[in-house]
C-alpha cells in the first residue's frame, strides 16, 4: 500500500516562493510505473492539476502557472518536492499529492492533503 504525505509552511508571505514535499512509502518514486502528482483546491473552486515528475525523472505542468512552477525529487528519502514561485493570495489553496498509474485517469493513491494561505 502506497502512502503520501505532505509536509511544508502552512503560511506564505505573497510575492515569497512555496516549497512542500510529499514523502512517499509502501512504493518507489523510481521504479514505480507513476506520474507522482501535485494537485490543489482552491477555496470554493475545483482541484487544480499543478504538474508532475515521472519515475523517470521526466517533468510536466500546468501551463496555466505560467512557469512558476518546479517539480524536483530526492532519490535518497523518497520525495518529490513541489516549488512555486511568486505565490498570491489567489495561490492560497488545500495542496495534495498523489500518484497516477501510466495510462489511467484516476489517481490511485493521495495524501491526506496540506492547507498553505497566502497572507502578509
Known amino acids: 500500500q502506497v502512502q503520501l504525505l505532505e509536509s511544508g509552511p502552512g503560511l506564505v508571505k505573497p510575492f515569497a516562493a512555496l516549497s512542500l514535499t510529499c514523502t512517499v512509502s509502501?512504493?518507489?518514486?523510481?521504479?514505480?510505473?507513476?506520474?507522482w502528482s501535485w494537485i490543489r483546491r482552491p477555496p470554493g473552486k475545483d482541484l487544480e492539476w499543478i504538474g508532475y515528475i515521472a519515475s523517470s525523472g521526466a517533468t510536466y505542468y500546468n501551463p496555466s502557472l505560467k512557469g512558476r512552477t518546479s517539480i524536483s525529487r530526492d532519490t535518497s528519502k523518497n520525495q518529490f518536492t513541489l516549488q512555486l514561485s511568486s505565490v498570491t493570495p489567489e495561490d492560497t489553496a488545500v495542496f495534495y499529492c498523489?500518484?497516477?498509474?501510466?495510462?489511467?485517469?484516476?489517481?490511485?493513491?493521495w495524501g491526506q492533503g496540506t492547507q498553505v494561505t497566502v497572507a502578509s
Open positions: 509502501g512504493g518507489s518514486i523510481t521504479t514505480d510505473s507513476y506520474y
Open positions: 498523489a500518484a497516477l498509474p501510466l495510462g489511467s485517469p484516476n489517481y490511485d493513491y
